[in-house]
Nanobody
Framework: VQLQAFGGGLAQAGGPLRLSCAAS?????MGWYRQAPGKQRELVAT???????NYADSVKGRFTISRDNAKNMVYLQMNSLKPEDTAVYYC??????????WGKGTLVTVSS
């Protein structure tokens, strides 16, 4: 399975940005992790094929994850962005058997 992310870039603090990720095959869980400079990679949000979601506390109420199973796509709508959201965002996918996949990161920079 290959993952391709779209939509990173520069955003203003308080503004929105949307990330998309396409998977080349059927996947059970999809989501996003991020890694800021000098920090470890951390969970942002995940969503199962049946719509179950999990969010990091730091993004709850601001970010919304969704997916289109027919297209094997996952989306991350990021609102009320903060400078501390600046990071490389990685698309993530997990198969039913637990095998994980990672996409190449896409940089999100939030300016104050």
């Amino acid at each position: 399975v290959q993952l391709q992310a779209f939509g990173g870039g520069l955003a203003q603090a308080g503004g929105p940005l949307r990330l998309s990720c396409a998977a080349s095959g059927s996947i059970f869980t999809m989501g996003w992790y991020r890694q800021a400079p000098g920090k470890q990679r951390e969970l942002v949000a995940t969503i199962t094929r049946y719509g179950g979601t999990n969010y990091a506390d730091s993004v709850k109420g601001r970010f919304t994850i969704s997916r289109d199973n027919a297209k094997n796509m996952v989306y991350l709508q990021m609102n009320s962005l903060k400078p501390e959201d600046t990071a490389v965002y990685y698309c993530y996918a997990s198969r039913y058997d637990g095998v994980n996949y990672w996409g190449k990161g896409t940089l999100v920079t939030v300016s104050s």
